[in-house]
Nanobody, 120 residues
């Protein structure tokens, strides 16, 4: 069993910054990948950024140059530094985790999400 908890969302003005964090807890043997997805009203959930255990990152084109994903493998935690925020970044941001757990099985799941609202 793995649980991920997101934090750091809030309301900011366009051009501002936020830093999201997500900690994966439970009987985790190792993390294969963690990442951030977001979903705005009327839209499908979309990739924002992912990072593997080895540090390989992947970003959506819409956030390249503005967002940075990072990780602390020792704490099974990832972060998303969001700069130059735009109103179109407004969404619920979800943390996803792909992990190996104590019994050797693979666990894949999502957190509850944190709301990011960017005002014009």
């Amino acid at each position: 069993q793995v649980q991920t908890v997101e934090s750091g969302g809030g309301l900011v003005q366009a051009g501002g910054s936020l830093r999201l964090s997500c900690a994966a807890t439970g009987k985790i043997l190792s993390i294969n990948e963690m990442g951030w997805y977001r979903q705005a009203p009327g839209k499908q959930r979309e990739l924002v950024a992912t990072v593997t255990r080895g540090g390989v990152t992947n970003y959506a084109d819409s956030v390249k140059g503005r967002f940075t994903i990072s990780r602390d493998n020792a704490k099974n935690t990832i972060f998303l530094q969001m700069n130059s925020l735009k109103p179109e970044d407004t969404a619920v941001y979800y943390c996803e985790t792909d992990a190996l757990i104590l019994d050797g099985s693979t666990w894949y799941g999502w957190g509850q999400g944190t709301q990011v609202t960017v005002s014009p």
